[in-house]
T-cell receptor
Framework: AQSVSQHNHHVILSEAASLELGCNYSYGGTVNLFWYVQYPGQHLQLLLK??????LVKGIKGFEAEFIKSKFSFNLRKPSVQWSDTAEYFC??????????????FGKGTRLSVIA | GAVVSQHPSRVICKSGTSVKIECRSLDFQATTMFWYRQFPKQSLMLMAT?????????EQGVEKDKFLINHASLTLSTLTVTSAHPEDSSFYIC?????????????FGPGTRLTVL
């Protein structure tokens, strides 16, 4: 079955530390990949996405992610986190790529807490 | 950018009543809309997929007679929770997939928090 795995349930970092959140999926075909952020009490916001081309994708707020096809991974990174990055982060995959009826499948999410 | 709205943002109702949630794509036409449910501190779980003018496709374990979905136009889908019970209390989020150039992305609404007393 197609699934999305986020390895870390809760990550706690100090300000200025580097961040890497893991995301793996199980599917050998074409995928579209997304990272979303959900700040406390707010709705989902798109951080970045990958459809094709350069596997290193840059998003908003200094985030980036790298698609490694051989590892079925799409890890999210940020060199230096800020307190305002405290939020829930969701990896999501559209299995099959360009298919209008296929929904995004979400990972379970990783809660990031940034402390001063 | 593409905007998806949901109404209401919050609703509190008594057990046994029905609640309708609207999802609108404001500046694009959405051939497909998706309804998700999010329990506190958990991920989004897909409930159903709806295409304009046809019946929704429900995920396994989701009662289609309890969660009625109507996608009457390219900009509006509604989710009606019938005879709501406290266990239906949750955060309901819709998303819309556009046509042509926006077919690759899903745009999410702000969600509706349902509390059933």
């Amino acid at each position: 079955a197609q699934s999305v795995s986020q390895h870390n349930h809760h990550v706690i970092l100090s300000e200025a530390a580097s961040l890497e959140l893991g995301c793996n999926y199980s599917y050998g075909g074409t995928v579209n990949l997304f990272w979303y952020v959900q700040y406390p009490g707010q709705h989902l916001q798109l951080l970045l996405k990958y459809f094709s081309g350069d596997p290193l994708v840059k998003g908003i707020k200094g985030f980036e992610a790298e698609f490694i096809k051989s590892k079925f991974s799409f890890n999210l990174r940020k060199p230096s986190v800020q307190w305002s990055d405290t939020a829930e982060y969701f990896c999501a995959v559209n299995f099959g790529g360009n298919s209008g009826n296929t929904p995004l499948v979400f990972g379970k999410g990783t809660r990031l807490s940034v402390i001063a | 950018g593409a905007v998806v709205s949901q109404h209401p943002s919050r609703v509190i109702c008594k057990s046994g009543t029905s609640v309708k949630i609207e999802c609108r794509s404001l500046d694009f036409q959405a051939t497909t809309m998706f309804w998700y449910r999010q329990f506190p501190k958990q991920s989004l779980m897909l409930m159903a997929t709806s295409n304009e003018g046809s019946k929704a496709t429900y995920e396994q374990g989701v009662e289609k007679d309890k969660f009625l979905i109507n996608h009457a136009s390219l900009t509006l889908s509604t989710l009606t929770v019938t005879s709501a019970h406290p266990e239906d209390s949750s955060f309901y989020i819709c998303s819309a997939r556009g046509t042509s150039g926006r077919a690759n992305e899903q745009f999410f609404g702000p969600g509706t928090r349902l509390t059933v007393l």
